[in-house]
């Protein structure tokens, strides 16, 4: 059965820090791999999708990489924002026999002015 | 706009009292979905389909019920509601579930009394 970690629980830092979440799951077998943000009382919103042939992706400020082998993921957020507080979510979708995508607790993120 | 709108957002029930959640998309995607969000359990799926008429059980499907008659829509019914089922519940979708990025809809906060 696939679990998803999510290191750490929460994180607060200073605007303009560059800073790393990480993400970690038990079955390499994985389709792809999510990164999403969500904000208090809302829907969560794709940020990053890494299929499992990849190794990275970008988009803006946000880079995510994935390692298959070590079942390990990152998301690293350049010049961090206070917009950029949120919880960081990942989610992992897996092969055949297990039930569907899994998702990690999240980290909560604070960035202060 | 491409999105995914959920009905309602905020419901107050009473216990055995049935009731539908509805999910609609207009972005023609495939694979359609429903979790729950609980504090310290985070993001579960309920129930997931791959395409109309074709539909499987999530992490906690008990006491919920799904039906994908058209592409579009997917609605969550309780049947008999009880109070371990006040949560928080989201609908998704994407094109599919090898390698389509998850939209998620707003949210519908549910509490059952």
């Known amino acids: 059965k696939q679990e998803v970690t999510q290191i750490p629980a929460a994180l607060s830092v200073p605007e303009g820090e560059n800073l790393v979440l990480n993400c970690s799951f038990t079955?390499?077998?994985?389709?792809?791999l999510q990164w999403f943000r969500q904000d208090p009382g809302k829907g969560l919103t794709s940020l990053l999708l890494?299929?499992?042939?990849?190794r990275e992706q970008t988009s803006g400020r946000l880079n995510a990489s994935l390692d298959k082998s070590s079942g390990r993921s990152t998301l690293y957020i350049a010049a961090s924002q206070p917009g950029d507080s949120a919880t960081y979510l990942c989610?992992?979708?897996?092969?055949?026999?297990?039930?569907?995508?899994?998702f990690g607790a999240g980290t909560r993120l604070t960035v202060k002015p | 706009e491409a999105q995914v709108t959920q009905n309602p957002r905020y419901l107050i029930t009473v216990t055995g009292k049935k009731l539908t959640v509805t999910c609609s998309q207009n972005?023609?995607?495939?694979?359609m979905s429903w979790y729950r969000q609980d504090p310290g359990l985070g993001l579960r799926q309920i129930y997931y389909?791959?395409?109309?008429?074709?539909?499987d059980k999530g992490d906690v499907p008990e006491g919920y019920k799904v039906s994908r008659k058209e592409k579009r829509n997917f609605p969550l019914i309780l049947e008999s509601p009880s109070p371990n089922q006040t949560s928080l519940y989201f609908c998704?979708?994407?094109?599919?579930?090898?390698?389509?990025?998850?939209?998620f809809g707003e949210g519908s906060r549910l509490t059952v009394l």
């Open positions: 998704a979708s994407s094109l599919g579930r090898v390698t389509g990025e998850l939209f």
């Open positions: 079955d390499s077998a994985i389709y792809n």
């Open positions: 890494i299929q499992s042939s990849q």
């Open positions: 989610a992992v979708s897996s092969g055949a026999g297990d039930n569907d995508m899994r």
């Open positions: 972005m023609n995607h495939e694979y």
């Open positions: 389909s791959m395409n109309v008429e074709v539909t």
